[in-house]
């Protein structure tokens, strides 16, 4: 309208409450990631693991099924620590699937477009803007991780008994804080590439990469070099080290807990640095 009319008027309505004001980005990333039906039946099919692991407690539970199969005096695979490392273990690989493919979709679409300034001339901070998109993926891998594996926890203290629940109190602070450690890494690692690669499939690649390559190069210098550090470049290696301290499985890591720990937060920094760099109200062309 003209401003010589002076008809206009400050806006009145409903404003959003400062400290949830991110959740925005997530809802309306939500809106769209779940239109795509491909996204919605890979979801479904990470849940199969966990639900064949309940049907399993459910079973080694079940002394008359045991008796109609004659497995009543079968030696069944243990419910400890070793089962929910397991657990987490194949759940953690669906989820860096999922990153694959849903990370590099969160923010080059912005970067490509120019979308940013006209997110940061709102009351919006680049804080707000990382959180809000990394909230996008940290609940969606929740649905596939924590969530399913404390499901079957609840489910393996119920079946036991309180002298289980008693002894293996632990294990549910460990799947969780294992998830939560991992859901971390890969919402910041996609965010990082997703900033720099424009072009998601490209950035879908270098998730993967991160992931099989890593592992791979990680071996080869290993075997070359006769030693351990290859396993530093190895984003498994690293993960699955502080997992094993935290279900206390020894599963033969070639990593300590201080090395493990160090090149986390060395990683995430570098994350959040090169996320610093890219996400700006504005943009120098040279």
Known sequence: MAVYKRTY??????????????????????SRLFQSRFLVLFLA???????????????SHNEQLLALLSLGNARLPAIDGKFFYTFC???GIF????????????VSPDLANGALPLYFSRPFSRTEYVLGKLTTLALLLSLITWIPGLV????????????????NLWLGGAIFAAMILWITVLSLLALALSAWVKWKIAAGALMLAVLFAGTGFG?????????????????????????????????????TLTEAWAVLVLMSGLCLWLLARRVRPFEVVK
């Open 9 to 30: 008027r400050i806006y009145s309505g409903p404003r959003t409450v400062p400290w949830s004001r991110f959740f925005v980005l997530t809802r309306y990333s939500y």
């Open 45 to 59: 099919a990470c849940l199969f693991y966990p639900v064949a692991c309940l049907a399993f407690i459910y079973f």
């Open 89 to 91: 273990r194949i759940q």
């Open 95 to 106: 989820a860096y699937l999922v990153t694959a493919v849903v990370g590099p979709s969160l």
């Open 152 to 167: 079957l926890y609840g489910a393996q203290a119920g079946l036991a008994g309180w002298d289980w629940t008693k002894t």
């Open 219 to 255: 071996a080869v210098i290993n075997n070359v070099l006769r030693t351990h550090y290859g396993a530093l470049i190895s984003l498994n290696q690293v993960v699955y080290t502080i997992w094993g301290e935290l279900f206390r499985y020894d599963w033969g890591a070639q990593l």
